[in-house]
């Protein structure tokens, strides 16, 4: 498959052919179906060093390469603004009494006609018309799903709209209002829309990255709603575009809530679906480039409420959209399918399919599920 890969990134730089000194910006007529020209200049942020411009090519090969960055070019001032607000501390979980109903009522099913609908486009890539299709869907099914579970007042508090980029497919926001007068804390339940494949242009279902908690924090939401939750302190869920892309879509977000909007915390899910075969099933907590505290209450969270133990593992500088708020300088974590080692590896493939193995689970998408509850319903019950 590699050499493939090299083959048609070969075929396509090939193609550019200098005209009065200029390159032609062949990716629009090579690849229909994707506005993506693989000759723009980009700058990119690497771990410890300074932003580097290079080309959008090169940035699939630095991917290729699994060298994890941030795509700064529209976003260089985020974290440069001082906060407003003090940072929230974590109290022990006390509110068992009421998340511990509304677990019992997560179920597979949504998840699973969700998913299949959401990995059934060829690519959900963010410069892809495919990608701004599934977007539109995830949109619709988020709205179906807040008339059919909520009542007539929590719909009165929600909101559920498109964050605009530049590229085509927006990141997606369903906001619930709190009831606090007094406290005007966020709480951030995230995932990432968007898939690809290391070579953008070939099929990408994307059913472990991110599909999988795309439909995971999902299921929570429709929950919440169910169980008429009508929390004291706001709760969003994030369906982010662009994470493949340098993390574009969370960035922009991050940057447009750095300084006025008092995020108490941020909890990310990519990647919930995978239990390797041979393996313990577990939650793979996140150590690095992460808030601390925010991961030790998570620990509290699995210990009380999921049927499942936690392990601690690492994945890198800018692995997945909790770095964005990080950066902004909020509390965040993230929370992944098992130890990064035994993570799925047919993610960035055609391969990232629901039906490629039974090691691909909705049982354990489900505990994520329970995860992103108590999570929401803790922290979004309590007020300063
Ligand atoms: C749980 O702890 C929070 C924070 O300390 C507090 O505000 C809240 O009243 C407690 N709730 C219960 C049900 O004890
Ligand atoms: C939610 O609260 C914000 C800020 O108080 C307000 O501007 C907005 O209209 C509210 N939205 C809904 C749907 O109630």
Known sequence: MKSLFALVALAVVASASPIDGEQVPFALESFPGFSLDL?????VEMQGQPPVWMSELEKIQAKQRGIKFFDITDTRDLGTVPRLQAKASFPSPNATEKVKPILKTLSTKGPEENLREFTSFRTRHYRSDTGRQSQVWLKKRISEITSEWGSKSLQNKIKISEFSHSWGQNSVIARINGSSTTDDGVIIIGAHQDSTNMWP???APGADDDGSGSVTILESYRALLAADFHPVRSIEFHWYSAEEGGLLGSQAVAQAYEGHVNVIAMSQFDMT???KRGTREEVGLIMDF???PLTEFN???????????????????ACSDHASWRKAGYPSSFTIESTFE???KNIHSANDRIDVSDEFSFLHMLEFSKLAVAFAVELGSVSN
């Open 39 to 43: 000759s723009a200049q980009r700058l």
């Open 201 to 203: 242009f070939l099929p």
């Open 273 to 275: 679906a995978w239990v």
């Open 290 to 292: 992460v808030d601390l």
């Open 299 to 317: 620990k509290q969270l699995i210990d009380l409420y999921l049927d499942i133990p936690w392990v601690e593992t690492k994945c890198g500088y």
């Open 342 to 344: 035994n993570s799925n």
